[in-house]
C-alpha cells in the first residue's frame, strides 16, 4: 500500500489531491488534511474516488505525529504554508516517513528565502534512511529540473540561465494574487537579487525590466525579482557564470502594490488596533480574495521556462525550455487555475517518484541534484508538456 498524506487545501492541495486520486496504482490511499476540514472536504466532495479528510494544526508536531501515525503515510506531501516546513520534516522524522514540499522554509516574522534551515537537516534524514525532496512545484521545482536536463542533454557548458515566469491570467478583480497573498507580497516587495561572477547582487524592486517575447502569450514586461531556486542552482551548475529570475505583473498590479506598500500595508511587523495587535500584511490577506475562488475566472494562458546560454559541441547555443498552460483548461480538470496547477502537478510527481524508487535516495535534495529524465517524461504525461524552443545565441537580450 502506498499511502500518501497531503497537508494543506488551498488551490495548490487542491491539484495536488485531483492529480494523485487520478492515480491509484500508485497512490492507494489518500488522506487529506488542514486546519479548516471542511476545505477538504469540499475538495473529496470533487472526487471520483473516497480518500479521508483530517483536522490538523500544522505549527504543532505533536499533532502532526499522531496523523501521520494514525494514517501511516509512506510520503507527506507538504503543500501548507513555508512557515511550517521545519515542523512538518520534525514529524517526518520522528515517524520515518518521506517528505515533499513545493517551497522553502520561511520563517513568520522575517521575510526571508533561504534553505539554509531546511538543508541543515541533510544528515538527520540521511542517517534516518529518508528523503526530503524541496520545492518540487514549478518555480522552484521544474526550472531546476528543466536547467538540469539542460546540463545532462543540450549543453557541454551552462554559462547563464535566465528564469522567466508569465501569467497572463485575467481574474477580472482589479486587484487580487494568484497564491498565498502574504507569500505572494512579501516575494514582489522584496529587494531583487541576482548571482553573478560568484556573488550575490541586490536591486531594488521592479528597478530591472525586460520585456521578454513569450511563446503562445506574446511580449509582456518582465521584473529581475530574487527566487529561492537560484540559491541551490548556483551551487549545483558547474561553471555557471549568472542566474537570475524574472516575473511578470501589469501596471494595475503594481499601482496596486506600490499604493499598498506606501500605507504600510505589506509589513510584517505587528501594530496596535483596538487593543490587539494585527500583522498588516496579514490582515490585507483576509480582505483579498482567496487565491483558491479564482479558478472559474480566470482566462489566459501561463508560460514559465528557462532561458538557458552556453555551449555544445564548441558552438554557442541558446534555448529556452518551457511550458505553457491554459487557466481554464486546468480549470475543469481540477477546478483550479492554471497557477495552483502548474504547483500542484510537481508536487503529485515529486511524491510518485519516491514511491516508486526512482528518486528514492536518503538526504535532503533539491530537484537539480537527481536524475531529470523521468521526472521530464512525467511532466508530459500528467499536464505539463514541455517543449525547447531553439534562440538566436547572437542576438542581445
Known amino acids: ?37 471542511s476545505r477538504c472536504e469540499q475538495i473529496a466532495s470533487e472526487l471520483s474516488r473516497e480518500i479521508r479528510t483530517e483536522q490538523v494544526d500544522a505549527d504543532n508536531v505533536p499533532e502532526l ?36 514540499d513545493t517551497a522553502n522554509y520561511e520563517p ?39 536547467c538540469a536536463h539542460a546540463q545532462k542533454h543540450l549543453f557541454d557548458q551552462i554559462d547563464t540561465i535566465d528564469i522567466l515566469d508569465c501569467n497572463d491570467g485575467d481574474h477580472g478583480y482589479p486587484f487580487a494574487t494568484n497564491f498565498n497573498p502574504e507569500i505572494n507580497i512579501r516575494e514582489v516587495s522584496a529587494n531583487g537579487r541576482y548571482w553573478e561572477a560568484g556573488e550575490w547582487k541586490e536591486t531594488k ?13 506574446g511580449v509582456r514586461p518582465s521584473y529581475l525579482m530574487y527566487h529561492e531556486e537560484m540559491e541551490s542552482l548556483c551551487q549545483n551548475i558547474p561553471g555557471l557564470k549568472r542566474i537570475r529570475f524574472w516575473m511578470t505583473f501589469g501596471e494595475a498590479y503594481l499601482t496596486h502594490l506600490n499604493c499598498l ?66 487557466h481554464q483548461e486546468c480549470f475543469r480538470e481540477t477546478n483550479a487555475q492554471a497557477v495552483s496547477y502548474t504547483t500542484g502537478v510537481p508536487a503529485m510527481i515529486g511524491a510518485k517518484q519516491i514511491l516508486e524508487g526512482t528518486w528514492r535516495k536518503p538526504g535532503v535534495w533539491n530537484m537539480e541534484q537527481l536524475n531529470p529524465d523521468p521526472f521530464m517524461a512525467d511532466l508530459t ?17
Request: glycine share 8%; aromatic share 10%; charged share 25%.
Open 108 to 146: 513568520l516574522d522575517t521575510a526571508k528565502f533561504e534553505y539554509k534551515w531546511q538543508w541543515a537537516y541533510q544528515d538527520r534524514f540521511k542517517e534516518a534512511g529518508l528523503m526530503a525532496l524541496l520545492g518540487s512545484g514549478f518555480d522552484p521545482g521544474v526550472t531546476n529540473v528543466f
Open 205 to 217: 524592486p521592479m528597478e530591472h525590466r525586460w520585456d521578454f517575447d513569450y511563446p503562445e502569450v
Open 65 to 100: 505525529v499522531a496523523l501521520i501515525r494514525k494514517n501511516e503515510p509512506k510520503v507527506v506531501v507538504n503543500v501548507a504554508l513555508p512557515y511550517q516546513d521545519l515542523t512538518i520534516m520534525d514529524a517526518c522524522l520522528e515517524t520515518g516517513v518521506d517528505y515533499v
Open 261 to 326: 506598500v506606501n500605507v504600510g500595508m505589506t509589513s510584517i511587523e505587528p501594530v496596535g488596533f483596538n487593543g490587539q495587535e494585527i500583522v498588516p500584511l496579514q490582515f490585507l490577506k483576509a480582505v483579498l480574495p482567496d487565491p483558491a475562488s479564482l479558478g472559474p475566472r480566470t482566462k489566459g494562458k501561463t508560460c514559465i521556462g528557462c532561458l538557458v546560454d552556453g555551449t555544445k559541441d564548441g558552438k554557442r547555443r541558446k534555448a529556452f525550455i518551457h511550458n505553457s498552460c491554459d
Open 381 to 397: 504525461q500528467f499536464g505539463l508538456p514541455w517543449k525547447v524552443v531553439e534562440m538566436d545565441p547572437e542576438k542581445p537580450d
Open 1 to 37: 500500500m502506498s499511502n500518501v498524506l497531503i497537508i494543506g487545501a488551498g488551490g495548490v492541495g487542491r491539484v495536488v489531491t485531483h492529480k494523485c486520486a487520478q492515480l491509484p496504482e500508485v497512490f492507494s490511499q489518500i488522506c487529506l488534511a488542514s486546519r479548516t476540514v
